[in-house]
């Protein structure tokens, strides 16, 4: 599931455009049409908030901008596009969430929301992905 090199926990995610999965659900697109994109050095980045995909990875993906938002980066604050929703799947749990737009040389990026959306926190010790302990390790939302 994870590969962990000098302090960095790295998944394999595959992401799939949510439009294009309610339309093969609908019978309106043959679901091997699907767009989706499989990654397997995904970097877990807990100072992160969302999902950030590069830039060839959301066009790849057909995902329609629907604003922008300024965002704090280590270059400073700039206004990325935010883009439309996608399922994002680690380890069999799936997510859907909306994603950031960066540049072609960042990694995709997996931020805190989608981390807790999936239920997985950092094991800082091992340097990977575990289900979260305070649910037994089992996919479990809190929603109060």
């Known amino acids: 599931m994870e590969i962990s090199t000098m302090g960095k926990v790295q998944v394999a995610v595959k992401i799939e455009n949510l439009e294009d999965i309610f339309k093969a659900e609908a019978g309106t697109l043959p679901v091997d049409q699907v767009r989706s994109v499989e990654v397997s050095d995904a970097l877990v980045d807990t100072g992160a908030v969302m999902l950030s995909l590069p830039k060839r990875m959301v066009a790849q993906l057909g995902l329609r901008p629907y604003r922008t938002r300024r965002v704090r980066t280590v270059g400073g604050i ?67």
Do not use: S
């Open 78 to 144: 700039v206004g990325t596009r935010i883009c439309a929703a996608v399922r994002l799947t680690i380890a069999g749990r799936d997510f859907t969430t909306d994603v950031a737009e960066i540049p072609d040389d960042c990694p995709v990026l997996i931020g805190q929301i989608a981390l807790e959306g999936l239920d997985f926190i950092v094991d800082p010790i091992d340097q990977r992905l575990i289900g979260n302990p305070e649910h037994g390790g089992e996919h479990m939302l809190d929603i109060f």
